[in-house]
């Protein structure tokens, strides 16, 4: 095979793609009957589950009572036999370790008896706690290698499911994971801490207004981008298989300049796609509800419905893995990475967050009067004051080496944390800083001009696509969190930090109440005082603009540019004070965080600077070495025919001699700092991935796309961004 077939294979294969190959398969079920077929769901335990059984279960998904554990082998018996009658032959407990990835092992329903035959048997005990080997997983220095022991605990607020394949049919029990001395080693455990938290600080506000609500819930609705290229592409680049994103690529001819694929027509082979991904998600439950080109060439999204925030926490995670099982069906790789391809815009995740009683109101729904609305105005002051007091732990949340390449671009929110209200609401925060609210703005009608349409309801104030943390009607809008990144670190960070101010409020409230003082002037005098003094977070213009990062840093906003700058906020005495409080996170379990997110970040870029070297030295530096020996070779029979060869020809030859010795020098250099080893503890390890290890692997990445643009296309070996991007 010549050197080229690998790159004309992958096109060949893209564009013979039959028809047939790009249908998705008709369901005969329709999707209402679809949807949560594969859930052990509250209809399911109703229908199988002695009354008694059901009505204590449910008190503990709905109260957050503790579990009896007289139930679980009762759950147990119904669930396995559920289970089996769709084809279930094994089970696991399903569980989101410190990787930011799903773990999972899985046992077998079949139990052999003494007369030698086999039954099918699963019980309370195997339920309610499971016991994987915990060693190999992240963590942090809580445990030494040889210490084993760790257990998977079942989460009843999560509905169990059962994951189809051809190869075999599961039950997942979503679980928790902790160490054998009680120390969270996942992301689920730290999650429903903050939601009690949080409950337990909002139902003390809503007491003193009289409300009968016992719980409060956090809910969230995580909108995912993602890109679908090729696997042909995907398997021909080395970087995208080990890395997730390109390590080198030129700026193609076209990007996104004509704005023109975002909200576009979608492509047959991914609509189909996208139509299967969707049946897999409805038979899971998961309800997701939007699909639609993104910015970007290749570039989609998929959106749910909000539900409970450990549900849709859950629900993000099957739906990552469902995009990547299912584009495989398609010959197409789903790449979730933030940025897999520089110079167009990469991926986030935003999270739509809210608070909701066991009432069912929305508590960050403003009603027809917001300024008169005082209950809300104490939920959006304590929200403001959080993010005021803590936006440093909100942008921890989001800190990861793939969300450096797009965190502060023009595509995504920058790394400065602020909260964009809307016009209606900044008026009326600025009422109460000025002693009172009394009127409200008025969205009034949009009249569109063309007599043929309807008057439109027109929103009280615009969106701000540019703000990280952004009111949009009845919630919140965290748009800095990472595409590939569990929502569970966001929604960890937002519950404790608003957990803290409700118990600020509700506190100075009780006190006041109890000593005779009336309770709306006090929520007057305290809203004002909240106000003055969370203010400075408040900004509803560009977030792009230089005019803001010189705003913000008047105004004392912390501006964490990359993640080795963020981290050390987590495990600030601040942070440990804040968490410790709640209950949250312990000190040791912080601080082992803290060690993960630094090796993640040394590891990534360890990986990715070999990659660079790997790419470079074997496919980038051959293909330009044999064209230069091309270009000589013309050169040097022109001159044999005593011919002179044309400056054109000379220049091109001499370009290519230097790029290539740039791309040689940088590749040395790159090679001598990988293999150096810093001294210092990880966070200076980190230091160093980021100040040395990057900019060397940025200069090995320049010379290569040079290089791309000038050697001739049947040599070059890698996929062009042209082709990954607009071949579908």
């Not at 052999?112 to 499971?130: C, D, M, N």
């Not at 998600?281 to 060439?297: A, I």
């Not at 995740?349 to 809300?376: C, E, I, R």
């Not at 940088?666 to 090679?671: Q, W």
């Amino acid at each position: 095979m010549s050197h080229d077939s690998a790159r004309e294979a992958a096109v060949e294969a893209i564009t013979s793609w039959t028809n047939m190959g790009r249908r998705a398969p008709k369901s005969v079920t329709p999707i209402t009957q679809l949807f949560g077929m594969n859930v052990f769901s509250d209809d399911v335990m109703r229908a199988r589950l002695p009354e008694n059984v059901y009505r204590t279960l449910r008190n503990t998904v709905k109260k957050g009572a503790p579990l009896d554990p007289s139930v679980a082998d009762v759950v147990a018996t119904a669930m396995k036999e559920w289970a089996m009658e769709r084809g279930a032959t094994h089970y696991t407990h399903w569980f989101q370790p410190m990787t930011g990835l799903t773990a999972e092992k899985h046992d077998s329903f079949l139990s052999p008896t003494e007369a030698g035959t086999a039954i099918a048997e699963f019980s309370g005990k195997e339920l309610v706690r499971g016991e994987p080997d915990a060693s190999s997983f992240p963590s942090g220095g809580i445990r030494s290698t040889f210490e084993a022991r760790g257990y998977t605990a079942w989460d009843p607020t999560s509905p169990a499911f059962i994951l189809d394949n051809p190869n075999g049919t599961t039950l997942c029990i979503p679980t928790a994971f902790c160490s054998w001395t009680g120390e969270a080693l996942d992301k689920k455990t730290p999650l429903l801490r903050s939601v009690e938290a949080l409950s337990a600080q909002a139902v003390r506000v809503l007491k003193l207004f009289g409300s009968a609500a016992t719980r409060v819930g956090t809910t969230a609705g995580p909108e995912q981008e993602y890109f679908l290229i090729d696997k042909n592409f995907y398997f021909a680049r080395p970087d995208l298989i080990n890395a997730g994103r390109t390590l080198f690529g030129a700026k193609p001819p076209k990007g996104q300049e004509m704005e023109d694929h975002y909200f576009g027509s979608i492509p047959e082979r991914v609509l189909a796609c996208m139509l299967e991904t969707e049946n897999e998600l409805y038979k899971l439950g998961v309800p997701v509800k939007t699909r639609h080109n993104e910015v970007s060439p290749a570039q989609y999204e998929i959106a749910p419905m909000y539900e409970s925030a450990n549900v849709a926490t859950d629900h993000n995670m099957l739906v990552m893995e469902t995009l990547k099982r299912v584009a495989d069906r398609y010959g197409l790789q789903a790449l979730l990475h933030e940025k897999p391809f520089a110079g167009v815009n990469g991926s986030g995740k935003h999270v739509n967050w809210s608070m909701s009683d066991d009432l069912g109101n929305n508590l960050l729904s403003p009603g027809a009067t917001p300024y008169a609305n005082a209950q809300f105005l104490v939920f959006l002051a304590a929200v403001i004051r959080a993010v005021s007091r803590h936006g440093d732990l909100m942008r921890v949340a989001v800190a990861h080496a793939g969300n450096d390449h797009r965190l502060g671009a023009n595509e995504a929110p920058p790394a400065i944390i602020s909260v964009f209200l809307g016009d209606m609401l900044e008026d009326i925060v600025d009422q109460i800083e000025k002693g009172g609210a009394k009127t409200a703005k008025a969205g009034g009608e949009l009249k569109v001009g063309v007599s043929v349409l309807p008057v439109l309801p027109r929103d009280p104030g615009d969106r701000n696509r540019t703000s990280p943390f952004a009111f949009t009607g009845n919630k919140f809008e965290f748009r800095a969190a990472g595409s590939a990144q569990s929502i569970a670190g966001p929604i960890v960070v937002l519950n404790t930090i608003v957990s803290e101010s409700l118990d600020y409020i509700s506190t100075q409230l009780e006190q006041a109440v109890a000593a005779g003082k009336d309770l709306n002037a006090e929520i007057q005098t305290l809203l004002q005082a909240v106000i003055k003094e969370s203010r400075h977070i408040v900004f509803n213009g560009d977030n792009y603009s230089e005019a803001w990062h010189a705003e913000a840093a008047k105004r004392g906003l912390p501006n964490r540019r990359s993640t080795i700058d963020s981290l050390p906020d987590f495990v600030s005495p601040k942070s440990i004070a804040l968490f410790g409080k709640y209950g949250v996170f312990s000190e040791r379990e912080l601080h082992s965080r803290f060690e993960i997110f630094l090796e993640n970040y040394r590891k990534t870029i360890t990986i990715e600077s070999q990659l660079t070297l790997l790419i470079a030295g074997r496919m980038i530096l051959p293909a330009a070495l044999r064209y230069q020996g091309e270009v000589a070779d013309s050169i040097a029979k022109l001159k044999g025919a005593g011919v002179t060869a044309p400056k054109g020809q000379t220049a091109l030859l001499d370009e290519l001699v230097s790029t290539i010795d740039e791309l040689q020098t940088a590749t040395d250099k790159l090679s001598d700092i990988a293999e150096e080893h810093p001294s210092g503890d990880s966070l200076d390890h980190a230091k160093h991935s980021r100040d040395v290890v990057i900019p060397a692997m940025n200069a090995v990445r320049a010379a290569g796309d040079k290089l791309e643009a000038l050697v001739a296309s049947d040599l070059w070996p890698l996929p062009t961004y042209q082709e990954m991007l607009f071949i579908k």
